[in-house]
């Protein structure tokens, strides 16, 4: 029965990391963040040109100068090698790049949970591939086997101070310092690490029966010691960078600095894990529900494991540091899991499961495996493609064709989330005006009153009142088309706007961007592309004369039909009423009454589904009095 075990257990450990390796290239999830992009480019940049850019050269607009030295200095080595795995293999080979980087992530959390029984390792390592297996393709991506690398050799080093195992440490630390900002999670847990051992030093030394066994006592001095010093050294190890100490001030002023409190709660920090809980829960995202599940699963073995002393003062430091962190920071929920899944193992080996019960398990267990194994890969299949990590939305190939074959003068205004498409497809010959980068928050911000067309600055970044109201003036057909006196418009003139490029609606939601809606009654804007994913306007002001005289213009009232097309893959209440608003600006009554009608049947309080379905009946010559 052992001989078996062994070949089973050799068999069962090459099947999970076959199936991890296949799962990566399958990613069930679509990737809705264009990141990559611009750290490709960024890449190339540095590559070609042998140096870190003092400046960003891709947007043109005015920029946040320490949130562009904490961006362009974190992430270098990590774009370098974003840029050549995309240069020799395109997408295909940034898949491949994710799925080495899940793999190793992988392997050190295996390793680390074997010492709690097979079977528990297979099952755990299976969770975390369930949940890392749709994870965006960033330089955080690198921080994930890297934590998991450092808490692999810490522990090694605590149980046996081996030299080999601190060299790891310092070349992990070093690493990391240049490929992710993250690092400084790294450090943390090392200070914590060297905390610890100082405490356990000193709190024996006070105490005389500890030192009666003098061997005893010399063997854990030199074991904290040992511990300490190596800790120091690998956080010394993060200076090793091109910015030095530089980086660490540059992150403290910006996390510390009151002006970057909008953009840190915006785009860094995301919601804390309760808001972003609620609206989890209501698009059913089984891969956050699943990682609340391996967290609870994760507290209690720790609690277990310090009620039973196979777990320290140091794990559970670690382990609550990172959950207090996940609690206030969605992401950090990764980082948790990792080091929870590690350092909830314990400090002794022990099985979960007994040895005679894992003997008659073994074979039960190995068919349930393939049987489930085989499910999600065949459900994964149908899905996506090897290779297809984004949306295609988000993408924007048509427009940036568009763009590079005609050469639009002028400054563009996009939103951000194709930024980044085009600093990859067009740079040098555009700039863009932002990109998720949020290089200056005051620009990012002007981006959403322009798209959201907002009258006044002060109002809401989607007032909803102002758009109902202009919806009705829409439908019944007395839009004047002045819109000097409003916000939005004035953001054009003092950044001096020549076209506009970007979708009509939220890749997501499917809201629609008002400022299209009132392009249409502009004369000034002329509507000159549309592919059902982007659209272009162009200002007439002569900037452009050449152009516009080969292109000619478009019928803005196809405007509508984008809306139809770009909604036409989304299913969500606000994609569906603005497609019925659509057809009922194209004429097309019947099919706006039926989409408004199961609209109103989900959710009877969707006033503008109410006030758009009252004008269609209207125009049908339905009779709409109360009694009806």
């Given amino acids: 029965m052992i001989f078996f075990r062994g070949y089973l257990n050799v068999f069962l450990t090459s099947l999970l990391f076959l199936y991890a390796f296949i799962a990566s290239l399958y990613p069930v999830y679509y990737n809705a963040d264009t990141d990559l992009f611009w750290h490709i480019k960024s890449g190339e940049v540095i590559f070609k040109n042998i140096k870190i850019p003092e400046a960003d050269s891709f947007a043109y607009t005015p920029k946040d100068s320490v949130r562009e030295q904490f961006i ?57 591939l369930e949940i890392f297996r749709g994870s965006s393709v960033k330089p955080n991506l690198f921080s994930y086997p890297l934590l998991a690398a450092l808490l692999y050799f810490m522990e090694k080093y605590r149980n046996a101070p081996d030299k080999r195992y601190g060299i790891f440490v310092f070349l992990i630390m070093m690493l990391w310092a240049n490929m992710h900002g993250s690092y400084i999670i790294g450090t943390a847990v090392l200070f914590i690490y060297l905390l610890s051992a100082a405490a356990v030093f000193i709190l024996k030394r006070k105490n005389p029966a500890d030192v009666s066994d003098n061997s005893e006592f010399l063997d854990e001095k030199k074991r904290a010691l040992a511990i300490i010093k190596t800790s ?174 005609n050469g639009i003068k002028g400054n563009m205004l996009n939103q951000s989330s194709t930024g980044n498409t085009f600093i990859l497809k067009l740079t040098p010959q555009y700039k863009v005006f932002t990109s998720t980068r949020f290089l200056n928050y005051e620009v990012y911000k002007d981006s959403l009153h322009m798209f959201g067309a907002n009258i006044s600055e002060n109002d809401a970044l989607y007032n909803r009142k102002q758009r109902i109201g202009f919806y009705l003036k829409m439908l019944k057909g007395d839009v004047n088309g002045d819109f000097n006196g409003e916000y939005w418009h004035s953001l054009l003139e003092s950044y001096e706007i020549d076209f506009i490029v970007g979708s009509v609606t939220q890749p997501g939601s499917g809201e629609i961007y008002f400022l299209f809606l009132k392009l249409i009654y502009d004369e000034r804007w002329v509507f000159v592309y549309r592919d059902g994913n982007s659209v272009v306007f162009v200002k007439d002001n002569g900037k452009n004369e050449v152009f516009l005289g080969r292109n000619p213009p478009l019928d803005k009232s196809a405007i509508f039909d984008e809306i139809i097309m770009e909604n036409s893959s989304i299913h969500t209440t606000t994609s569906l009423e603005a497609g019925a608003f659509a057809y009922a600006m194209k004429g097309n009554y019947d099919k706006a009454e039926i989409i408004l009608e199961r609209i109103i049947d989900i959710n009877k309080k969707r006033l503008l589904s109410h006030l758009i379905l009252s004008f269609v009946l209207q125009s049908k010559g339905v009779d709409i009095t109360p009694d009806n």
């Fill in 232 to 405: 120091v050294i690998a956080v010394l190890a993060t200076l090793i960078t091109p910015s030095g100490i530089s980086t660490y001030l540059v992150t403290l002023k910006l996390y510390t600095d009151p002006t970057h409190n909008w953009i840190l709660s915006h785009v860094l920090s995301h919601n804390n894990i309760l808001d972003f809980a609620r609206h989890i829960t209501e698009t059913n995202d089984t891969t956050f529900l699943l990682s609340l599940i391996v967290s609870a699963f994760v507290l209690i073995c720790t609690v277990f494991n310090i009620t039973r002393k196979r777990a320290g003062g140091t794990e559970t430091l670690i382990v609550l540091f990172l959950l207090i962190l996940a609690v206030d920071s969605v992401r950090m929920i990764s980082f948790f899991l990792i080091a929870g899944l590690i350092l909830s193992v314990g400090k002794d080996r022990y099985n979960m499961f007994p040895q005679t019960i894992y003997g008659k398990l073994a074979p039960a267990f190995l068919i349930m495996l393939l049987i489930v194994l085989s499910f999600l890969l065949y459900k994964r299949f149908p899905v996506t493609q090897p290779g297809e990590i984004l949306e295609t939305r988000l993408i924007n190939l048509g427009v940036s064709d568009f763009l590079a074959e």
């Fill in 72 to 128: 362009l200095n974190s992430y270098w080595l990590s774009q370098i090698i974003l840029y050549l795995f995309y240069k020799s293999g395109h997408f295909t080979g940034i898949v491949l790049l994710r799925a080495l980087a899940i793999l190793s992530a992988l392997f050190f959390i295996y390793s680390s949970i074997l010492r709690r029984g097979f079977l528990t390792s297979i099952v755990l390592s299976l969770l975390f």
